[in-house]
């Protein structure tokens, strides 16, 4: 797959991914209705379903943003980072995205942002202290490959509508179980059943959507990257320091694990199964041979 395929698919597993959050909601919706009896419970489907889409797509990257901690900068704040990505977004043929800075000492940074001219680049503090300039160059170069790539669109929309998943599912059961449901003993039992089978099912359609947002979007954003900066091994220098970099990320969130450059929790003690069964990245060893193979 190439960079151009890449955004095609991007754009159309988007849409498929909005397309199916909405009948999910409806169909669920619908059985709510049904086993309480309310036909309004329906209509609020439709119309929560509407709303979550709709800022699931204009402003999905405000929320990630605002999860993972991340400040705006200008120019005159930090002009050394805003030169960099000025002078990689011009090569790229990129507008020039709004920078943030994440107060956190792990060295990371993340895309994101509905299409190139609503990108958002977020870089850690750790990022800017502990990587030499053509290091930070290749992890930079990294994420605008993301933002041409349209990697940003899928992977933001995702945070939104896993969420949504998790939420109904979660409203399912306790509604099946602390509602009046039906009269029917029969009835209530079969709804009762179907309640927990979503409620087994829902965070393995959740971990499905975040599975859809595939690992070779990291493979092609390191090899664009590398062809952005002509220097592959900046890149893979800054891989060998994130692979040693035990420092946290303190608001590190499953739903946002997948938008950074590596993953965020790999310097928290006792992660939960629910933080591994997230993990979307592949391993760093990999990204680095690759890319020591490009010289």
């Known amino acids: 797959m190439n960079l151009y395929t890449q955004k095609d698919s991007n754009i159309r ?12 909601v409806i169909f669920l919706g619908w059985v709510f209705s049904l086993y309480l009896q309310e036909p309004g419970i329906l209509y ?46 011009i090569t790229a043929g990129l507008p020039m995205p709004r920078v943030f800075i994440i107060q956190a000492p792990q060295i990371n940074a993340f895309a ?31 994420e605008l490959s993301h933002v041409g ?20 599912a979660d409203w399912f059961l306790r509604m099946t179980f602390f509602g009046r449901g039906r009269d029917n003993d029969r009835v209530g039992n079969i709804f009762a059943i179907l309640a927990l089978v979503g409620a087994v099912l829902a965070p393995i359609a959740a971990t499905l959507i975040h599975l859809a947002v595939s690992r070779k979007r990291e493979f092609l954003a390191d090899a664009s990257g590398a062809l952005l900066t002509r220097y592959p091994d900046g890149l893979a220098n800054a891989l060998e320091k994130i692979k040693f970099d035990q420092s946290p990320m303190p608001h590190a969130h499953s739903a946002t694990a997948h938008l950074f450059l590596s993953n965020p929790f790999k310097g928290r003690q006792g992660q939960s199964w629910f933080t591994k069964l997230f993990m979307t990245h592949p391993p760093l060893d990999e990204r680095i041979r690759i890319l020591r193979g490009m010289r």
Do not use: C
């Open 149 to 168: 790539n349209r990697d940003i669109l899928v992977s933001t929309v995702v945070i939104v509508l896993a969420g949504i998943i998790s939420t109904l």
């Open 13 to 24: 597993k988007t849409w498929f991914l909005i397309t199916m959050s909405l009948v999910l």
């Open 112 to 142: 994101t942002g509905r299409d190139p001219k609503h990108a958002a680049v977020a870089v850690t503090t750790g990022a800017l202290e502990k990587l030499e300039n053509e290091e930070l160059e290749g992890v930079l170069a990294h």
């Open 44 to 89: 609020f489907a439709v119309l929560f379903s509407l709303v979550m889409n709709f800022v699931a797509y204009w402003h999905s990257d405000k929320i990630a943003l605002s999860m993972s901690g991340a400040k705006p900068i200008t120019k005159e704040q930090n002009a050394y980072l805003y030169r960099i990505i000025e002078n990689l977004s």
